[in-house]
């Protein structure tokens, strides 16, 4: 090939390569399914290759997951959904009563507070506290409904995201291979070592995080139950996807399980049984679920995750936080094979023999 | 006759024809169907045209490469060697992380299976039967070339 048709050839993949870029940039708003259904079937695909091991064809496989897990989805549905609105309209009905609760809590607490320090008299302490909570509270529980509607679309829930999680959940592994396969064959180990790894860093750990997650989630709302504390399901479940955050999550079930528990027994035996029950969620999680699921660890230091975390915050909101680690983790895989191959590289030419 | 049509519709006969391939291969000798299996899962399947080259001398090596059809020649300075189909090589790239020692190219059109080797110490690590058992044959093979 000449040099001047290597170069025209390669200006076309690029001028091609942005065209798709603005192409998906200008139907960024019907990319979301796609991009869930993607995370999805991803999730999924190591369950495909456990039952690909029982030498059955892939459509097969695919086929015997679906309905697995349509069946369960829709049996937990119709466990869940009644429950949940049930809980939903109980939080609207008793929020008013919670709300008096905290105001005269509060009243009492600024008295004490403004006898001890007469300085704070000049701030309206109260007012500032009650008003920041009523606005966040109600603008919290509000939103509830319509952030789930935005998110989803019925169709996109229903029809859409099942389907395409379906068909590329058949055929994703055979396009991706030949994409690698498009490369040319002298970089292709590093492709493979590339596509590998971040696929074996990230994986492990969302699959893992999510597995936690669900245990801790689901372990709250039996034990919260058991207990006898209201709104069980909303809590364990704000408590399951809190705990995707690192250090930070398992705090915010516990934090919100104790608000709603001492509001309604107001006892000190409550806030102690149910720190004990968390204390005891978070130990079964850390020495059995963890060490199981999670095999290897991400080897970042925690100055590193909480810096990741909070960039990833300050850049994409939630799912930032959940998705700050993982990626962190990539980079520094990806770094540390650059670094290896430029090593292995210099080496050889450092002890070559002279001649 | 209903047999057949239940084992063509239901059964993978590429990865049935994968297995039949590695249990020839004297790496994976000693190995269960299901070690097999497993392993046949991770297996990367690359072609190559005519005198296309695999890898070059001082490149990085991260893959063990299994020749299942085609000629593949291996060169080192002018000694060289050709490997027919069943065959294998750059076997040392499972066990440490090091560079390519010699040249390859195919010599007809060719088709690989490229096994990458984190993913295989991976299994290892879940399946430690296996990683005994081609651990074992690894260091048989490098005992008979001494």
Known sequence: MTESLKNRLLLLLILAFIATCLFLYLSRAILTPFIVAAFISYLLSPLVVKLESYCLRRWVCVTIIAVVLISALIGLLFILIPLLISEYDKLQESFPQYYEYISNYLIIFKNKLENSLPILKRYDLYNMILIKIKGFVILGTQKIPDYLVNIFSVFSATVLVPMLVLFMLFGANKSINSLISIFPSKHIETILSVVYEIDMVFGRFIRGQLIEASFVGIMSIICLSIIGINFALIIGTIAGIANLIPYLGPFVGLFIALLVGTFQFHTVGIVIKIIVTYAIIQFLDNNFVQPLVVGRNVNLGPVTMVFAMLSGAQIFGFLGIVFAVPVAAIIKTIFIMIVQKYKLMSAPMLNMPKE | ?146
């Open chain 2, 1 to 146: 006759m209903l047999k057949r049509l239940l084992y063509f519709l239901f059964v993978d006969d590429v990865l049935k024809k994968d297995i039949v391939l590695l249990k020839k291969i004297s790496l994976f000798s000693g190995l269960s169907k299901r070690s097999l299996i497993k392993i046949a899962l991770l297996i990367f399947k690359k072609k190559y045209v005519q005198y296309e080259k695999i890898y070059e001398e001082n490149k990085e090596a991260n893959v063990l490469y299994i020749l299942k059809d085609g000629q593949v020649r291996l060169t080192e300075k002018k000694s060289s060697k050709i490997l027919e189909s069943g065959d294998f090589f750059e076997e040392i790239s499972l066990i440490e992380n090091c560079t390519h020692k010699h040249d390859a190219s195919a010599l007809k059109d060719s088709e690989l299976y490229l096994i990458y080797r984190t993913k295989l110490l991976d299994l290892f690590e879940s399946d430690n039967k296996i990683g005994l058992e081609i651990m074992k044959n690894l260091a048989s093979i490098f005992a008979k070339k001494l």
